[in-house]
């Protein structure tokens, strides 16, 4: 079935680095747009960023451009959020999850949202 | 950035009861609306995409319409695995916006 695995959370100092995976099975990996989405402790779910299915195009929240690259490789079945300069905002459940329908260009825009969400990787930024 | 806001925050209701719960766009964002449920420590779940299209497993009692800057989730007759938190998401323009979300609580 369908699935995504998300991992490389844990506890880090401001200022530091970590890199989140996300192991997709199921589907026909190369062929959809992935995003990030987080959710902080006791907080709603913010949508963090998208990736096109060719990897060749991104699209990021305002509070993490320029700190977070989100990258893919088709070949390994595998998302990847690198994040930079962690600041404690950044705190919270990370979840990667894929588009509705394939080849949706939604890193555009005008898509039909995501149908299938990992169980999310937690990453706590402190000092 | 386009806004979503959802109303009520919160909501307590009975199993068997019909419950709605809207979202307004801060702009037209004509039918690119999903709504997701999300349980305590679980990841969430897609239920409506396209405004108003059932994602394939969702029981029939949930329902959704809207387009523009207004939407309505419907649960027709509550259950109590439907006890949980909702969200909307506007897919029209990134940043890809949630709505902040309605607590369904039981009465």
Known sequence: ?127 | DIQMTQSPSSLSASVGDRVTITCRASQSITSYLSWIQQKPGRAPKLLIYAASRLESGVPSRFSASGSGTDFTLTISSLQPEDFATYYCQQSYNAPYTFGQGTKLEIK
């Open chain 1, 1 to 127: 079935q369908v699935q995504l695995v998300e991992s490389g959370g844990g506890v880090v100092q401001p200022g530091r680095s970590l890199r989140l995976s996300c192991a997709a099975s199921g589907f026909s990996f190369s062929s959809y747009g992935m995003h990030w989405v987080r959710q902080a402790p006791g907080k709603g779910l913010e949508w963090v960023s998208v990736i096109s299915n060719d990897a060749n195009n991104e699209n990021y929240v305002d509070s993490v451009k320029g700190r977070f690259t989100m990258s893919r490789d088709n070949s390994k079945n595998t998302l990847y959020l690198q994040m930079n300069s962690l600041t404690l905002e950044d705190t919270g459940v990370y979840y990667c999850a894929k588009d509705r329908f394939p080849y949706t260009n939604s890193h555009l825009g005008y898509y039909y949202g995501v149908d299938v969400w990992g169980q999310g990787t937690t990453v706590t930024v402190s000092s």
